[in-house]
């Protein structure tokens, strides 16, 4: 099984385990496993440490998403904050019991 990994750690793991360079193409379809992979790895945790190890985690594959595809972080951060101004944030702890999927 395949899995992206950080630059490094060809340079860290024991010489028996074999890498491949990705195609631009698989890289896409990479990040795109790993920030699900990430983000389980965020819901799993149990503590405060491990927490912040994980979102920064999952963090650098959105950087990593963001420089593939030429999106700054400013573009993004913009538009988060359009979508702040029309919908709001998370800070009141809805949730929606019979979603309408229109409106989310």
């Known amino acids: 099984m395949k899995k992206l990994v950080r630059d490094k ?10 890498f491949e360079i990705l195609s631009n193409e698989d890289y896409r379809l990479f990040l795109r496993d790993k920030i699900i992979e990430e983000a389980k790895e965020v819901k799993s945790t149990d503590t405060r440490a491990s927490l912040v190890e994980e979102l920064g985690d999952l963090e650098e594959v ?43």
């Open 62 to 104: 959105i950087r990593a998403i963001l420089e593939d595809a030429s999106i700054t972080y400013e573009e993004m951060d913009s538009l988060r904050q359009a979508k702040i101004n029309q919908k709001g944030k998370f800070t009141q702890k809805f949730a929606m019991i019979e979603p309408d999927e229109n409106l989310i």
């Open 9 to 18: 750690i060809p340079d860290i793991i024991s010489d028996e385990t074999k």
